[in-house]
């Protein structure tokens, strides 16, 4: 348990040092993967690939990802509930976002990050158990970084709890079926509709 909180302490610095200090999306997306490829040669970990891929039943796969498919449109059409800031444009060009490179992120966020993120909070700081797990609420936490100063307070509050439901519910797939697919699919159309909504609406 206790190395299990070791292994936060980087990948949660590279985020923050990335947004708050070097005011680089980029540097933070990358320095997050860099700090959890440390934490795997650190414990030396082995990475089985194929636990991405091991099959699963598309009847498990599909009402998880029409489900994460619905986070981009709820923020779609929820926008002004959700109490953005205004000049969250601003903010995203100050974070290196511009009509240059907001492809290339959506694109490498969308495809790449959930491999990093999945492997890392439901296999290295996975558990066995069906109830409530500390590692369901570091994955969220992780995400209130990002999102801390661009919404409402209550909005954020509201992110927080969805995304410790959403950490425990793909830990439950992978804990069923002893495969990441399920999981990495639901996270790559959630990020995409996410990060599609954002540019819609902010880029």
Not at 129 to 144: L, M
Not at 152 to 175: E, N, T
Request: charged share 10%.
């Amino acid at each position: 348990m206790r190395s299990k909180w070791i292994v936060l302490v980087l990948p949660y610095f590279a985020v923050w040092a990335g947004l708050f200090v070097l005011k680089s999306a980029w540097l933070a997306l990358t320095g997050f993967h860099l700090a959890i490829l440390l934490t795997l040669l650190w414990l030396r970990q082995a990475l089985p690939l194929g636990v991405f891929f091991k099959p699963v039943s598309w009847m498990r796969v599909l009402p998880g990802v029409f489900l994460c498919a619905a986070s981009g449109l709820g923020l779609y059409l929820l926008w002004d509930l959700f109490g953005v800031v205004p000049d969250l444009p601003a903010r995203l060009q100050a974070l290196g976002l511009t009509d240059s490179t907001w492809a290339g992120f959506i694109t490498y966020f969308s495809i790449i990050n959930p491999f990093f993120e999945e492997y890392f909070w439901r296999c290295l700081l996975g558990s066995e158990t069906s109830g409530f797990y500390w590692g369901d609420a570091a994955y969220a936490a992780y995400h209130i970084m990002i999102v801390w100063d661009k919404a409402h307070p209550l909005s954020v509050a509201f992110i927080f709890f969805v995304l410790v439901f959403i950490g425990w519910f793909w830990r439950q797939l992978y804990r069923r079926d002893a495969s990441l697919l399920a999981p990495l699919l639901g996270h790559m159309i959630a990020d995409l509709s996410i990060l599609l909504a954002v540019f819609r609406m902010a880029g």
